[in-house]
């Protein structure tokens, strides 16, 4: 069955530090892959967005995500976090053979040290 | 503004009562969700219709009935809610396999 799995429920890191979230998908087709991040009392937000090329997407506020086919791995990083970016982060994937159903994993819950 | 609009944003009501959640999108997308979001954040689809018709619709109580008057409108209804009903219901909007707006939220409290 398909699915997507964030393993770390929780990351705590300083701020200036290097990040990475990791997500891992299973679907033996070609996966739409999507990082969402929510803040506190609010909607997700889209982050990035894989469909198909290049394996390192950019996204906004300097975040990318790598594409792994031979992982099934779609992980997100960040070079330097601002306490601003303390958020719950979702790893999501849309499939081509149920285009009307996006899976989301768990969340991972990140907090920023100041 | 183009968005995903959800109203009302909080509503606190006691078991038993009925309560009507609306949702519309100015996006132009022809794919509209509806998602429950309980306490720890997981978020769990119910519905998503496509062009106004229902194409899925997981394993949620029957007291929970989507409606749809057309494809930037999607309502959702709940007759007699349960205190397990308590959680953040959030509505979403796309075109199919493009990634999926959100609006704010729609809050229940079931006291």
């Known amino acids: 069955a398909q699915s997507v799995t964030q393993p770390d429920a929780r990351v705590t890191v300083s701020e200036g530090a290097s990040l990475q979230l990791r997500c891992k998908y299973s679907?033996?087709?070609?996966?739409?892959l999507f990082w969402y991040v929510q803040y506190p009392r609010q909607g997700l937000q889209l982050l990035l967005k894989?469909?198909?090329?290049?394996?390192v997407v950019q996204g906004v506020n300097s975040f990318e995500a790598e594409f792994s086919k031979s992982n099934s791995s779609f992980h997100l990083q960040k070079a330097s976090v601002h306490w601003s970016d303390s958020a719950v982060y979702f790893c999501?994937?849309?499939?081509?053979?149920?285009?009307?159903?996006?899976?989301f994993g768990k969340g991972t819950h990140l907090h920023v040290l100041p | 503004e183009t968005a995903v609009f959800q109203t009302p944003n909080y509503h606190v009501t006691q078991v038993g009562n009925e309560v009507s959640f609306n949702c519309k999108q100015t996006?132009?997308?022809?794919?509209m969700y509806w998602y429950k979001q309980d306490s720890k954040k997981l978020l769990k689809i119910m519905f998503s219709?496509?062009?106004?018709?229902?194409?899925v619709n997981e394993t949620v109580p029957r007291r929970f009935s989507p409606q749809s008057s057309d494809k930037a409108h999607l309502n959702l209804r709940i007759k007699s809610v349960e205190p397990e009903d308590s959680a953040v219901y959030l509505c979403?909007?796309?075109?199919?396999?493009?990634?999926?707006?959100f609006g704010k939220g729609t809050r229940l409290t079931v006291v």
């Open positions: 894989y469909y198909s090329g290049d394996p």
């Open positions: 999501a994937l849309s499939m081509i053979t149920n285009a009307y159903k996006v899976i």
């Open positions: 996006l132009g997308h022809d794919t």
């Open positions: 979403a909007s796309s075109h199919s396999y493009t990634e999926v707006f």
């Open positions: 219709y496509n062009n106004k018709q229902l194409i």
């Open positions: 679907y033996s087709a070609t996966p739409y």
